[in-house]
Each structure stands twice: as structure tokens, then as C-alpha cells.
């Protein structure tokens, strides 16, 4: 039997998928996993620190029973990338056979893994705000641009606030949206650009209380996306409403770890699980008044969705990738 597999690039990953493909991609697989449609385990972390590599990657497995796509993603954080010029986070994407565990294709999953971490507030803030009119990033990074991207495909916005510990960073970033239909306000702390605002979206690799309950206003949103603490425990235990992606990596990862630990937050404790209300088994914000706290980990099973759907967009567009026998 042929064994060949595809391999593929950035440049063909990103000709290909469009943030559109990404988020509808992302809702779908939301939408599935709610239904009972998608397997998927928790990510596993290999931390090589201890053996002296600087380092860290998850594993993250997947089958997307609705495109019957099977596939793992690799990613990890690399302390010694930036040096090197690589970006801190890097990602591949395997896709299977289901039926017999052949490599159908390896993928370049930066991009990948880009679009569907920003597709994810995206989608979120749509079911979640009660208002979008003034949004403030707290960290201003690539992960941040993403957010901020998806976003603006589905959301209605008047105001972004920036907040990071860099001004040229923020120049950056606000120079990547040079037709932007919203303005910009550069905050010179983070409770100025909390203050009023929202949606509050944590995008760091900080591990810090960088959002105080006082400044988080009736009807707020705020959202981290961080894999450390970002907010102070209070912006969590005084929320009215705990919104997570999925249940069982949140009380192990994130924002409210800690909590966790501590007794303080349990599986019962989360009030909206997006995947359930996508499904319809469940209703996302109620009241215009209620502060919610969202915590967005990030599944492999969007990685792995995406992939599958490049593939059958290549398909479609009658285009062969570079292959390899894996016979050989």
C-alpha cells in the first residue's frame, strides 16, 4: 500500500487558509467537541528545564470525527529561539489515516497555531461581551495581533487600548493595522487601560497580577490567555460568571491553576463552557450587568481541525503538495 505524505510549508499554509477559513474552522470544532463528536485527551507537557534545556513542548492528540481527520500538534516554547531569530513559540501538525495511522502530511504549524489562538477570543467575545466598544491588550505581541485581527472580522470596535511594558511594542503593533476602522490609545499603566473598558484580554507570558478587580467595571469581560496567573485572584472569585474552552485542562493550566491548588476553583465552579453553548446545551452571557472571567488554554483539537481543513482546501484547488515516501 502507498505510504506517501504531504509536507508543508508556511508560505503554502498561509496562500491557502484565510483568518476567515481559521474561525469558522474554530467554531465548528467548538461546536463539535460540544456535541460529543470530537476525541480529544488533555495536552501533555515534556518540560526539559530540569535536564538543563532551556524548554517545553505539549503533545496535543485529536480526532475530528465530522471530517473524519486524525492528528496530533507539537508545540512548544523555546527560550534560545529569539536569539537565533525564530519566534518563542513553534508548532508542526501531523495528520494521520484514521483508518490505518499512515502519515497523510506534516505541516508547518506556526500559522496555524497563530490564527486559532487569536480565532479564539474572537469567537468568545462574540458569545461573552456584553460591549465591544473599547478593548484593551495587555501584552502586544504576535499572539495579541492575531486577537486582534480575528476580531476584527466579526466584532463591531471603537477603541483599542494598549498596554505593555514596551512603547516601541506598541508602536509595532499598532503599525500592522494601518486601515484600522478603530483608534488606538497607547496606556501608560494597565489600570488606565482597564479603567471602563469592556473587554479586558490578557495575551502574556507573565506571571503576575496584571489586571485588578477594582478596575474591572459592571458588564466587563476579561479574558487571559496566558499560561501563567495574569489577573489577581479576586478578578476570579468576584466574577459573576467563569467562562473556560475546556474543562479539564483549565483547572491545570492558565490563570486559575492556582486557584485550583488551593480548593478555590473546581470543575462545578465553571458557569459557561463554549463548546456546550455552540452545541446548544448551555447559553453564554444572561445578563448585560454580570462581570465574567474567561480563561482561554488552547486544545489541539483546533490544530488538527485546521490542518484537515487545509488539506481538503489544497484538494480542492487541485494542488499536490511535496511528498515523501514513508516506505522509503
Not at 10 to 39: A, F, Q, S
Not at 90 to 117: E, P
Given at each position: 500500500?502507498?505510504?506517501?505524505?504531504?509536507?508543508?510549508?508556511?508560505?503554502?499554509?498561509?496562500?491557502?487558509?484565510?483568518?476567515?477559513?481559521?474561525?469558522?474552522?474554530?467554531?465548528?470544532?467548538?461546536?463539535?467537541?460540544?456535541?460529543?463528536?470530537?476525541?480529544?485527551p488533555n495536552k501533555i507537557t515534556t518540560d526539559m528545564s530540569e535536564l538543563g534545556v532551556p524548554g517545553w513542548f505539549n503533545s496535543m492528540p485529536a480526532y475530528i470525527g465530522p471530517m473524519d481527520v486524525a492528528g496530533i500538534k507539537v508545540v512548544g516554547g523555546y527560550d534560545g529561539n529569539r536569539a537565533l531569530g525564530l519566534p518563542?513559540?513553534?508548532?508542526?501538525?501531523?495528520?494521520?489515516?484514521?483508518?490505518?495511522?499512515?502519515?497523510?502530511?506534516?505541516?508547518?504549524?506556526?500559522?496555524?497555531?497563530?490564527?486559532?489562538?487569536?480565532?479564539?477570543?474572537?469567537?468568545?467575545?462574540?458569545?461573552?461581551?456584553?460591549?465591544t466598544d473599547v478593548i484593551t491588550f495587555i501584552g502586544t505581541g504576535?499572539?495579541?495581533?492575531?486577537?486582534?485581527?480575528?476580531?476584527?472580522?466579526?466584532?463591531?470596535?471603537?477603541?483599542?487600548?494598549?498596554c505593555d511594558i514596551s512603547d516601541e511594542a506598541k508602536d509595532r503593533f499598532i503599525a500592522r493595522f494601518p486601515d484600522a476602522p478603530f483608534k488606538f490609545v497607547k496606556c501608560a499603566s494597565n489600570e488606565e487601560g482597564c479603567r471602563g473598558a469592556d473587554v479586558i484580554i490578557t495575551v502574556t507570558n507573565a506571571n503576575a497580577n496584571l489586571v485588578e478587580?477594582?478596575?474591572?467595571?459592571?458588564?466587563?469581560?476579561?479574558?487571559t490567555m496566558g499560561s501563567f496567573r495574569?489577573?489577581?485572584?479576586?478578578?476570579?472569585?468576584?466574577?459573576?460568571?467563569?467562562?473556560?474552552?475546556?474543562?479539564?485542562?483549565?483547572?491545570?493550566?492558565?490563570?486559575?491553576?492556582?486557584?485550583?491548588?488551593?480548593?478555590?476553583?473546581?470543575?462545578?465552579?465553571?458557569?459557561?463552557?463554549?463548546?456546550?453553548?455552540?452545541?446548544?446545551?448551555?447559553?453564554?452571557?444572561?445578563?448585560?450587568?454580570?462581570?465574567?472571567y474567561a480563561q482561554i488554554i488552547g486544545t489541539g483539537m483546533l490544530d488538527v481541525a485546521v490542518g484537515g481543513l487545509l488539506l481538503e482546501k489544497l484538494a480542492a484547488a487541485g494542488v499536490t503538495p511535496a511528498q515523501f515516501d514513508m516506505t522509503k
Open positions: 500500500m502507498e505510504q506517501k505524505a504531504f509536507v508543508i510549508g508556511e508560505e503554502t499554509v498561509k496562500k491557502y487558509l484565510t483568518p476567515e477559513d481559521v474561525i469558522d474552522c474554530v467554531e465548528k470544532t467548538w461546536r463539535w467537541y460540544g456535541e460529543g463528536k470530537v476525541i480529544m518563542f513559540i513553534k508548532a508542526n501538525v501531523l495528520i494521520t489515516d484514521s483508518r490505518t495511522g499512515i502519515l497523510r502530511a506534516l505541516i508547518s504549524g506556526d500559522y496555524i497555531n497563530d490564527m486559532r489562538t487569536g480565532a479564539q477570543p474572537a469567537i468568545m467575545t462574540k458569545l461573552l461581551a456584553s460591549k504576535l499572539m495579541a495581533y492575531t486577537s486582534l485581527l480575528c476580531m476584527s472580522k466579526v466584532l463591531d470596535m471603537k477603541e483599542i487600548r494598549l478587580e477594582p478596575w474591572v467595571k459592571k458588564g466587563a469581560l476579561v479574558m495574569e489577573t489577581s485572584f479576586d478578578v476570579v472569585r468576584k466574577a459573576d460568571k467563569i467562562a473556560v474552552d475546556q474543562v479539564g485542562q483549565s483547572l491545570h493550566r492558565g490563570n486559575v491553576k492556582e486557584l485550583a491548588e488551593m480548593g478555590e476553583i473546581t470543575a462545578d465552579s465553571f458557569d459557561i463552557i463554549i463548546p456546550d453553548v455552540l452545541a446548544g446545551k448551555a447559553q453564554a452571557r444572561t445578563n448585560p450587568d454580570d462581570r465574567i
